[in-house]
Protein backbone atom coordinates (compact mmCIF):
# COMPACT_ATOMS: atom_id res chain seq x y z
CA UNK A 1 0.00 0.00 0.00
CA UNK A 2 1.29 3.36 -1.20
CA UNK A 3 -0.01 5.35 1.67
CA UNK A 4 1.89 2.94 4.71
CA UNK A 5 4.94 3.22 6.45
CA UNK A 6 6.18 1.72 9.83
CA UNK A 7 6.34 5.26 11.41
CA UNK A 8 4.15 8.55 10.41
CA UNK A 9 5.29 11.90 11.39
CA UNK A 10 3.12 14.66 11.87
CA UNK A 11 5.47 17.98 11.69
CA UNK A 12 8.32 18.79 9.60
CA UNK A 13 9.76 20.53 12.28
CA UNK A 14 13.30 20.05 14.62
CA UNK A 15 11.56 17.32 16.41
CA UNK A 16 9.91 15.93 13.45
CA UNK A 17 12.90 16.00 11.37
CA UNK A 18 15.10 14.08 14.16
CA UNK A 19 12.65 11.46 14.91
CA UNK A 20 13.04 10.69 11.28
CA UNK A 21 16.07 10.58 10.99
CA UNK A 22 16.75 8.42 13.95
CA UNK A 23 13.70 6.31 12.88
CA UNK A 24 15.42 5.68 9.25
CA UNK A 25 18.92 4.52 10.60
CA UNK A 26 16.86 2.03 12.44
CA UNK A 27 15.93 0.74 8.78
CA UNK A 28 12.15 1.67 9.74
CA UNK A 29 10.05 3.50 6.80
CA UNK A 30 8.87 6.99 7.41
CA UNK A 31 6.30 9.42 6.02
CA UNK A 32 6.61 12.89 7.14
CA UNK A 33 3.40 15.10 6.96
CA UNK A 34 3.56 18.63 6.80
CA UNK A 35 0.92 21.31 6.46
CA UNK A 36 3.19 23.81 4.92
CA UNK A 37 5.73 23.76 1.98
CA UNK A 38 8.67 21.90 1.23
CA UNK A 39 10.68 25.61 1.48
CA UNK A 40 9.77 25.37 5.37
CA UNK A 41 10.91 22.52 6.52
CA UNK A 42 12.50 22.93 9.90
CA UNK A 43 9.41 24.97 10.81
CA UNK A 44 10.42 27.85 13.12
CA UNK A 45 13.65 26.65 13.47
CA UNK A 46 14.44 28.50 10.42
CA UNK A 47 14.00 31.81 11.77
CA UNK A 48 14.86 30.71 15.53
CA UNK A 49 17.98 31.85 17.24
CA UNK A 50 19.88 28.19 18.21
CA UNK A 51 20.03 28.78 22.20
CA UNK A 52 20.36 25.91 24.52
CA UNK A 53 20.78 24.70 27.85
CA UNK A 54 23.19 22.34 28.28
CA UNK A 55 25.02 21.09 31.57
CA UNK A 56 28.65 20.49 32.30
CA UNK A 57 29.38 21.25 28.80
CA UNK A 58 33.53 21.98 27.48
CA UNK A 59 32.63 25.08 27.30
CA UNK A 60 31.58 25.82 30.90
CA UNK A 61 34.46 24.34 32.06
CA UNK A 62 37.00 26.57 30.25
CA UNK A 63 35.07 29.34 31.79
CA UNK A 64 35.56 27.82 35.33
CA UNK A 65 32.20 27.17 35.64
CA UNK A 66 30.95 23.71 37.52
CA UNK A 67 27.99 22.46 36.76
CA UNK A 68 26.03 19.22 37.82
CA UNK A 69 23.37 17.27 36.54
CA UNK A 70 22.34 17.67 40.10
CA UNK A 71 22.38 21.26 40.24
CA UNK A 72 21.00 22.35 37.04
CA UNK A 73 17.91 19.86 38.68
CA UNK A 74 16.93 22.00 41.80
CA UNK A 75 17.54 25.35 39.51
CA UNK A 76 14.90 23.56 36.90
CA UNK A 77 12.37 22.27 39.68
CA UNK A 78 12.76 26.02 41.49
CA UNK A 79 12.26 28.00 38.52
CA UNK A 80 9.36 25.37 37.18
CA UNK A 81 7.66 25.30 40.38
CA UNK A 82 5.91 21.97 39.43
CA UNK A 83 2.37 20.70 41.00
CA UNK A 84 1.35 17.86 42.71
CA UNK A 85 -0.09 16.26 39.69
CA UNK A 86 3.15 17.21 37.14
CA UNK A 87 4.88 13.80 37.75
CA UNK A 88 6.46 13.05 33.93
CA UNK A 89 7.21 16.81 33.10
CA UNK A 90 9.29 16.69 36.35
CA UNK A 91 10.66 13.12 35.18
CA UNK A 92 11.44 15.01 32.00
CA UNK A 93 13.41 17.13 33.76
CA UNK A 94 15.24 14.86 35.32
CA UNK A 95 15.86 13.18 32.23
CA UNK A 96 16.96 16.53 30.58
CA UNK A 97 19.34 17.40 33.17
CA UNK A 98 21.14 14.03 33.14
CA UNK A 99 21.35 13.23 29.58
CA UNK A 100 21.74 16.92 28.05
CA UNK A 101 25.65 15.92 26.90
CA UNK A 102 25.03 12.75 25.32
CA UNK A 103 21.97 13.50 23.76
CA UNK A 104 21.76 16.79 22.78
CA UNK A 105 25.01 18.00 22.81
CA UNK A 106 27.15 14.92 21.00
CA UNK A 107 24.67 14.80 19.25
CA UNK A 108 24.44 18.28 17.56
CA UNK A 109 28.13 17.85 17.17
CA UNK A 110 28.30 14.65 15.25
CA UNK A 111 25.75 16.86 12.51
CA UNK A 112 28.92 19.07 12.02
CA UNK A 113 27.81 21.55 14.08
CA UNK A 114 29.97 23.75 16.90
CA UNK A 115 28.48 26.16 19.55
CA UNK A 116 30.08 29.50 20.24
CA UNK A 117 32.46 29.78 23.40
CA UNK A 118 30.78 32.35 25.52
CA UNK A 119 27.89 30.71 27.40
CA UNK A 120 25.41 33.39 28.76
CA UNK A 121 23.35 33.34 31.99
CA UNK A 122 19.69 33.93 31.30
CA UNK A 123 16.65 33.76 33.71
CA UNK A 124 18.76 34.00 36.74
CA UNK A 125 15.61 34.22 38.79
CA UNK A 126 13.81 37.07 40.88
CA UNK A 127 11.49 36.66 43.45
CA UNK A 128 11.85 32.86 41.95
CA UNK A 129 15.62 31.23 42.16
CA UNK A 130 16.09 30.10 38.09
CA UNK A 131 19.80 29.39 36.55
CA UNK A 132 22.30 29.95 39.39
CA UNK A 133 24.95 29.30 36.76
CA UNK A 134 25.69 30.39 33.01
CA UNK A 135 24.34 27.91 31.08
CA UNK A 136 22.98 28.91 27.76
CA UNK A 137 24.78 27.86 24.65
CA UNK A 138 24.46 29.57 20.82
CA UNK A 139 24.59 27.43 18.08
CA UNK A 140 27.40 28.83 15.50
CA UNK A 141 25.12 29.17 12.77
CA UNK A 142 22.19 29.24 14.50
CA UNK A 143 19.56 26.87 14.87
CA UNK A 144 18.67 27.19 10.72
CA UNK A 145 22.47 25.16 10.25
CA UNK A 146 20.63 22.47 12.39
CA UNK A 147 17.93 22.10 10.05
CA UNK A 148 20.08 22.26 6.64
CA UNK A 149 22.37 19.54 8.11
CA UNK A 150 19.48 17.26 9.43
CA UNK A 151 17.62 18.13 5.98
CA UNK A 152 20.78 16.59 4.66
CA UNK A 153 21.24 13.72 6.10
CA UNK A 154 17.46 12.81 5.50
CA UNK A 155 18.06 13.64 1.63
CA UNK A 156 19.74 10.07 1.78
CA UNK A 157 16.76 7.81 2.56
CA UNK A 158 14.44 10.19 0.38
CA UNK A 159 12.56 7.66 -2.71
CA UNK A 160 13.37 4.78 -0.73
CA UNK A 161 12.53 4.71 3.14
CA UNK A 162 11.76 8.38 3.56
CA UNK A 163 8.61 9.89 1.57
CA UNK A 164 8.05 13.51 2.56
CA UNK A 165 4.18 14.99 1.67
CA UNK A 166 4.34 18.32 2.06
CA UNK A 167 1.25 21.26 1.96
CA UNK A 168 -1.16 18.00 3.18
CA UNK A 169 -2.82 18.63 6.85
CA UNK A 170 -3.38 16.11 9.31
CA UNK A 171 -6.81 16.30 10.55
CA UNK A 172 -7.97 12.57 12.40
CA UNK A 173 -6.22 10.07 13.93
CA UNK A 174 -7.12 6.42 13.35
CA UNK A 175 -8.28 4.64 16.30
CA UNK A 176 -9.57 1.19 16.08
CA UNK A 177 -10.52 -0.46 19.40
CA UNK A 178 -7.38 -0.37 21.28
CA UNK A 179 -4.85 1.26 18.93
CA UNK A 180 -3.57 3.99 16.36
CA UNK A 181 -3.20 2.98 13.41
CA UNK A 182 -2.88 6.12 11.37
CA UNK A 183 -4.45 9.45 10.19
CA UNK A 184 -6.30 10.95 7.86
CA UNK A 185 -4.97 14.13 5.98
CA UNK A 186 -5.99 16.60 3.24
CA UNK A 187 -3.25 16.86 0.65
CA UNK A 188 -2.44 19.87 -1.50
CA UNK A 189 -5.14 19.27 -3.71
CA UNK A 190 -7.89 19.38 -1.04
CA UNK A 191 -8.30 15.30 -1.67
CA UNK A 192 -9.02 13.59 1.43
CA UNK A 193 -6.04 10.84 2.14
CA UNK A 194 -5.59 8.02 4.95
CA UNK A 195 -2.07 6.83 6.03
CA UNK A 196 -1.15 3.85 7.80
CA UNK A 197 1.66 2.85 10.37
CA UNK A 198 2.19 1.28 13.57
CA UNK A 199 3.38 4.13 14.92
CA UNK A 200 2.17 7.97 14.81
CA UNK A 201 3.83 10.33 15.81
CA UNK A 202 2.50 13.93 16.70
CA UNK A 203 5.42 16.52 16.33
CA UNK A 204 3.03 19.71 14.93
CA UNK A 205 3.91 22.09 17.31
CA UNK A 206 2.50 24.14 19.88
CA UNK A 207 -0.98 26.55 19.51
CA UNK A 208 0.62 29.84 20.31
CA UNK A 209 0.22 30.89 16.67
CA UNK A 210 -3.64 30.41 17.27
CA UNK A 211 -4.34 33.74 19.18
CA UNK A 212 -7.99 32.91 19.93
CA UNK A 213 -6.63 29.51 21.26
CA UNK A 214 -4.02 31.68 23.25
CA UNK A 215 -6.83 33.74 25.01
CA UNK A 216 -8.34 30.45 25.66
CA UNK A 217 -6.10 29.14 27.34
CA UNK A 218 -4.68 32.18 29.47
CA UNK A 219 -3.92 32.17 32.48
CA UNK A 220 -6.47 33.25 34.83
CA UNK A 221 -4.13 34.95 37.17
CA UNK A 222 -3.14 37.23 34.98
CA UNK A 223 -5.92 39.36 34.26
CA UNK A 224 -7.14 39.54 30.23
CA UNK A 225 -4.90 39.53 27.77
CA UNK A 226 -3.66 42.43 26.33
CA UNK A 227 -5.61 43.49 23.38
CA UNK A 228 -2.49 43.91 20.83
CA UNK A 229 -1.31 40.47 21.37
CA UNK A 230 0.83 39.36 18.85
CA UNK A 231 2.32 35.97 17.05
CA UNK A 232 5.26 35.59 17.50
CA UNK A 233 5.32 31.93 15.70
CA UNK A 234 3.11 31.08 12.77
CA UNK A 235 -0.51 30.69 12.43
CA UNK A 236 -0.15 27.00 11.40
CA UNK A 237 0.84 26.35 14.71
CA UNK A 238 -2.92 26.17 15.88
CA UNK A 239 -2.82 23.20 18.35
CA UNK A 240 -5.28 21.05 16.13
CA UNK A 241 -3.48 18.03 16.94
CA UNK A 242 -3.89 18.60 20.63
CA UNK A 243 -7.37 18.22 19.89
CA UNK A 244 -6.80 15.51 17.53
CA UNK A 245 -5.64 13.71 20.60
CA UNK A 246 -8.13 14.50 23.07
CA UNK A 247 -10.68 13.47 20.56
CA UNK A 248 -9.08 9.59 21.00
CA UNK A 249 -9.18 9.63 24.45
CA UNK A 250 -5.35 11.25 25.22
CA UNK A 251 -4.50 13.36 27.57
CA UNK A 252 -3.21 17.41 27.67
CA UNK A 253 -1.85 19.14 30.45
CA UNK A 254 -1.17 22.65 31.38
CA UNK A 255 -1.81 24.28 28.45
CA UNK A 256 -2.08 27.84 30.37
CA UNK A 257 1.47 27.64 31.03
CA UNK A 258 2.92 29.44 28.19
CA UNK A 259 6.43 31.11 27.39
CA UNK A 260 5.35 34.58 26.08
CA UNK A 261 8.12 37.50 25.76
CA UNK A 262 7.14 41.40 26.90
CA UNK A 263 9.32 43.01 24.32
CA UNK A 264 6.97 42.49 21.07
CA UNK A 265 6.81 44.95 17.87
CA UNK A 266 5.02 44.47 14.71
CA UNK A 267 7.02 42.57 12.03
CA UNK A 268 7.80 45.52 9.17
CA UNK A 269 8.04 42.60 6.72
CA UNK A 270 5.06 40.81 8.14
CA UNK A 271 4.24 37.29 6.92
CA UNK A 272 0.98 37.28 8.11
CA UNK A 273 -1.97 38.91 10.44
CA UNK A 274 -0.27 40.27 13.89
CA UNK A 275 3.21 38.94 12.80
CA UNK A 276 5.44 39.73 15.34
CA UNK A 277 9.16 40.47 16.47
CA UNK A 278 10.43 39.31 19.31
CA UNK A 279 13.18 42.30 20.96
CA UNK A 280 15.87 41.37 23.86
CA UNK A 281 14.76 44.31 25.70
CA UNK A 282 18.04 46.23 26.83
CA UNK A 283 18.27 46.05 30.53
CA UNK A 284 19.77 49.61 30.64
CA UNK A 285 16.28 50.97 29.32
CA UNK A 286 13.87 52.65 31.57
CA UNK A 287 10.84 50.69 31.06
CA UNK A 288 7.29 53.10 31.61
CA UNK A 289 3.97 52.19 31.24
CA UNK A 290 1.72 54.23 29.02
CA UNK A 291 1.40 57.45 30.31
CA UNK A 292 5.01 57.91 31.25
CA UNK A 293 5.76 56.02 34.63
CA UNK A 294 8.59 53.69 35.06
CA UNK A 295 6.64 50.50 35.39
CA UNK A 296 7.29 48.58 39.64
CA UNK A 297 7.87 48.92 42.40
CA UNK A 298 11.04 46.70 40.99
CA UNK A 299 11.91 48.03 37.20
CA UNK A 300 11.38 45.62 34.87
CA UNK A 301 14.99 44.06 33.52
CA UNK A 302 15.71 41.32 31.36
CA UNK A 303 17.74 38.03 32.46
CA UNK A 304 16.00 37.20 35.68
CA UNK A 305 12.26 36.02 35.30
CA UNK A 306 10.88 36.53 31.89
CA UNK A 307 7.69 35.59 33.05
CA UNK A 308 7.38 37.88 35.64
CA UNK A 309 7.61 40.92 33.27
CA UNK A 310 4.93 39.63 31.47
CA UNK A 311 2.52 39.04 34.28
CA UNK A 312 3.17 41.94 35.72
CA UNK A 313 2.90 44.19 32.72
CA UNK A 314 -0.23 42.00 31.63
CA UNK A 315 -1.72 43.04 35.05
CA UNK A 316 -1.60 46.72 34.62
CA UNK A 317 -4.33 45.93 31.38
CA UNK A 318 -2.33 49.05 29.95
CA UNK A 319 -2.59 48.87 25.80
CA UNK A 320 1.30 48.99 25.66
CA UNK A 321 4.35 49.89 27.24
CA UNK A 322 7.56 51.73 26.40
CA UNK A 323 11.20 51.48 26.47
CA UNK A 324 13.18 54.56 26.67
CA UNK A 325 16.53 54.48 26.21
CA UNK A 326 19.14 56.49 24.49
CA UNK A 327 21.22 55.16 21.16
CA UNK A 328 24.22 54.07 23.37
CA UNK A 329 22.14 52.12 24.91
CA UNK A 330 20.42 50.96 21.83
CA UNK A 331 24.13 50.37 20.10
CA UNK A 332 25.37 47.68 22.59
CA UNK A 333 22.06 46.10 24.20
CA UNK A 334 19.38 45.95 21.45
CA UNK A 335 18.91 42.83 19.71
CA UNK A 336 16.35 40.75 18.40
CA UNK A 337 15.56 37.27 18.28
CA UNK A 338 15.77 34.99 15.59
CA UNK A 339 18.47 34.08 13.02
CA UNK A 340 16.77 36.85 10.21
CA UNK A 341 18.36 39.83 12.45
CA UNK A 342 21.48 37.94 13.78
CA UNK A 343 23.12 36.97 10.27
CA UNK A 344 26.10 37.16 11.53
CA UNK A 345 26.19 34.01 13.69
CA UNK A 346 23.65 32.33 11.00
CA UNK A 347 26.17 33.22 8.28
CA UNK A 348 29.17 32.20 10.53
CA UNK A 349 30.65 35.37 9.94
CA UNK A 350 33.13 35.87 12.80
CA UNK A 351 34.81 38.90 12.53
CA UNK A 352 31.21 41.27 11.58
CA UNK A 353 29.77 39.23 14.92
CA UNK A 354 32.92 40.66 16.53
CA UNK A 355 32.94 44.21 15.48
CA UNK A 356 29.10 44.37 16.58
CA UNK A 357 29.65 42.86 20.05
CA UNK A 358 32.50 45.51 20.48
CA UNK A 359 31.52 48.54 19.12
CA UNK A 360 27.32 48.39 18.52
CA UNK A 361 24.95 47.08 16.15
CA UNK A 362 24.59 49.89 14.30
CA UNK A 363 22.89 48.18 11.30
CA UNK A 364 20.45 46.66 13.53
CA UNK A 365 19.12 50.01 15.34
CA UNK A 366 19.23 51.97 12.11
CA UNK A 367 16.99 49.29 10.18
CA UNK A 368 14.68 49.68 13.01
CA UNK A 369 14.64 53.41 13.07
CA UNK A 370 13.75 53.10 9.27
CA UNK A 371 11.48 50.22 9.12
CA UNK A 372 9.50 50.11 12.31
CA UNK A 373 7.24 53.30 12.98
CA UNK A 374 7.34 51.71 16.86
CA UNK A 375 11.24 52.46 16.97
CA UNK A 376 11.30 56.30 17.42
CA UNK A 377 14.40 58.67 17.70
CA UNK A 378 14.81 62.32 18.98
CA UNK A 379 17.31 64.68 20.30
CA UNK A 380 15.29 66.40 22.97
CA UNK A 381 12.68 64.63 25.11
CA UNK A 382 10.44 67.78 23.94
CA UNK A 383 11.00 66.34 20.42
CA UNK A 384 10.70 62.94 21.38
CA UNK A 385 6.99 62.65 23.18
CA UNK A 386 5.02 64.35 20.70
CA UNK A 387 6.54 61.76 18.41
CA UNK A 388 5.34 59.05 20.87
CA UNK A 389 1.82 60.20 20.79
CA UNK A 390 1.53 60.57 16.80
CA UNK A 391 1.84 57.04 17.32
CA UNK A 392 -0.90 56.52 20.09
CA UNK A 393 -3.34 59.45 20.51
CA UNK A 394 -5.45 57.86 22.28
CA UNK A 395 -3.38 56.74 24.86
CA UNK A 396 -0.97 59.66 25.05
CA UNK A 397 2.47 59.66 27.60
CA UNK A 398 2.65 62.63 29.95
CA UNK A 399 5.67 64.56 29.03
CA UNK A 400 5.69 65.70 32.94
CA UNK A 401 5.72 61.95 33.95
CA UNK A 402 8.12 61.07 31.56
CA UNK A 403 10.23 63.58 32.52
CA UNK A 404 10.22 63.35 35.82
CA UNK A 405 10.47 59.27 35.39
CA UNK A 406 13.77 59.85 33.52
CA UNK A 407 15.32 63.09 35.98
CA UNK A 408 14.93 60.91 38.87
CA UNK A 409 16.92 57.98 37.16
CA UNK A 410 19.64 60.39 35.83
CA UNK A 411 20.08 62.75 39.64
CA UNK A 412 20.40 58.59 40.91
CA UNK A 413 23.25 57.36 38.20
CA UNK A 414 24.95 60.95 38.32
CA UNK A 415 26.13 60.38 41.66
CA UNK A 416 28.70 57.81 42.68
CA UNK A 417 28.29 54.71 42.73
CA UNK A 418 28.43 53.75 46.36
CA UNK A 419 25.20 55.96 46.15
CA UNK A 420 23.06 54.07 43.71
CA UNK A 421 20.44 53.39 45.17
CA UNK A 422 17.98 51.69 42.20
CA UNK A 423 17.51 48.42 42.10
CA UNK A 424 18.02 48.38 38.35
CA UNK A 425 21.09 49.85 38.66
CA UNK A 426 21.72 47.03 41.26
CA UNK A 427 21.01 44.64 38.60
CA UNK A 428 22.72 45.91 35.93
CA UNK A 429 25.95 45.74 38.10
CA UNK A 430 25.56 41.95 38.91
CA UNK A 431 24.88 41.22 34.98
CA UNK A 432 28.25 42.90 33.98
CA UNK A 433 29.99 40.78 36.72
CA UNK A 434 29.65 37.72 34.36
CA UNK A 435 32.45 38.73 31.13
CA UNK A 436 29.91 37.22 28.53
CA UNK A 437 27.11 39.19 29.73
CA UNK A 438 29.47 42.57 30.55
CA UNK A 439 29.83 42.83 26.69
CA UNK A 440 26.20 43.48 26.40
CA UNK A 441 25.50 45.71 29.74
CA UNK A 442 26.19 49.12 29.20
CA UNK A 443 28.26 50.77 32.25
CA UNK A 444 25.03 52.74 34.02
CA UNK A 445 25.33 56.66 32.68
CA UNK A 446 22.49 59.37 32.62
CA UNK A 447 20.20 58.39 29.91
CA UNK A 448 19.28 62.27 29.17
CA UNK A 449 22.02 64.28 27.52
CA UNK A 450 24.62 63.34 24.68
CA UNK A 451 23.06 60.79 22.24
CA UNK A 452 20.24 60.91 20.86
CA UNK A 453 16.85 59.45 22.77
CA UNK A 454 15.11 56.40 21.35
CA UNK A 455 11.79 54.58 22.76
CA UNK A 456 9.95 51.64 21.26
CA UNK A 457 6.51 50.63 22.05
CA UNK A 458 6.21 47.34 22.78
CA UNK A 459 3.35 45.05 23.32
CA UNK A 460 3.33 41.15 24.73
CA UNK A 461 4.00 38.44 22.32
CA UNK A 462 3.56 34.87 22.34
CA UNK A 463 5.98 32.45 21.25
CA UNK A 464 6.19 28.78 22.89
CA UNK A 465 3.38 26.54 24.57
CA UNK A 466 4.77 25.14 27.87
CA UNK A 467 2.25 22.69 28.09
CA UNK A 468 0.64 20.37 25.28
CA UNK A 469 0.15 16.49 25.26
CA UNK A 470 1.20 14.08 27.65
CA UNK A 471 3.65 12.03 27.70
CA UNK A 472 5.88 9.00 29.86
CA UNK A 473 9.27 8.96 29.27
CA UNK A 474 9.08 6.33 26.55
CA UNK A 475 7.14 9.68 24.61
CA UNK A 476 4.03 7.67 24.45
CA UNK A 477 0.38 9.48 24.67
CA UNK A 478 -1.22 8.84 27.90
CA UNK A 479 -4.90 8.38 27.75
CA UNK A 480 -7.21 9.40 31.10
CA UNK A 481 -6.26 6.64 33.00
CA UNK A 482 -2.81 7.63 32.67
CA UNK A 483 -2.08 4.04 30.84
CA UNK A 484 -0.27 4.47 27.47
CA UNK A 485 -2.28 4.40 23.96
CA UNK A 486 -0.70 2.23 22.15
CA UNK A 487 0.34 3.36 18.49
CA UNK A 488 0.57 7.06 19.44
CA UNK A 489 3.30 9.55 20.32
CA UNK A 490 4.29 12.82 21.09
CA UNK A 491 7.59 14.97 20.82
CA UNK A 492 8.48 18.51 21.23
CA UNK A 493 6.64 21.66 21.56
CA UNK A 494 3.18 19.21 20.85
CA UNK A 495 4.10 17.25 24.18
CA UNK A 496 4.94 20.41 25.94
CA UNK A 497 8.80 19.17 25.38
CA UNK A 498 7.79 15.99 27.24
CA UNK A 499 5.55 15.08 29.99
CA UNK A 500 2.86 17.49 28.72
CA UNK A 501 4.92 20.28 30.41
CA UNK A 502 8.13 19.72 31.60
CA UNK A 503 9.20 23.25 31.74
CA UNK A 504 6.51 24.03 34.26
CA UNK A 505 5.57 27.44 34.97
CA UNK A 506 8.72 29.15 33.50
CA UNK A 507 11.84 27.46 31.23
CA UNK A 508 15.44 28.36 32.36
CA UNK A 509 15.63 29.46 28.65
CA UNK A 510 17.07 27.24 25.60
CA UNK A 511 15.63 24.46 26.71
CA UNK A 512 13.08 24.23 23.68
CA UNK A 513 15.63 23.69 20.73
CA UNK A 514 17.01 21.23 22.71
CA UNK A 515 13.43 20.06 24.57
CA UNK A 516 12.54 18.53 20.67
CA UNK A 517 15.83 17.15 19.91
CA UNK A 518 15.82 14.95 23.37
CA UNK A 519 12.29 14.06 22.79
CA UNK A 520 12.27 13.45 19.22
CA UNK A 521 15.27 10.71 19.73
CA UNK A 522 13.79 8.81 22.71
CA UNK A 523 10.14 8.63 20.61
CA UNK A 524 12.68 6.93 17.94
CA UNK A 525 14.21 4.77 20.12
CA UNK A 526 10.93 3.84 21.99
CA UNK A 527 9.31 2.56 18.35
Given at each position: MKNKADVIIIGAGISGLVCALESLRQGKKVIILDAQSRERAGGLARVAFGGMALIDTPEQKSKGIRDSA?????DWCSFAEFGLKDHWPKQWAKYYTENSI???????KSLGLKFLPAVNWVERGLYTPGNSLPRYHILWGASLRLVTQLIKQLAEYENNLLTYQFQCRATKLIKTADSIIGCCATNKQHQEVEYYAEAVVVASGGFTG????????????????????LN???PSNDGKMHDCVEDIGGQTSNMHNMWNYAAGIPNPNADFENHGLSLIPPRSAIWIDNKGHRIGPEPL??????MHMCRQINRLQIPHSWQIMNRRIAL????????EHNT??????FITMLKEVLLGNKKLVDKMLRESDHFIQADKLEDLVPKMNNLTPNSPVSFDALKNTLDRFDQVVSRKESLWNDDQLRRIMSIRKWGTDKLRACYPKPIQGGTPLIAIKLNLITRKCLGGIKTDLSCRVLNMAEQPIKGLYAIGEASGFGGGGTNGKRSLEGTFLSGCILTARQAARSI
Open positions: EIAFNSEIYEYVNLDKVRQEWPEDWGEPQAGLGTHVSSFDTKELAISGSAIRDRQ
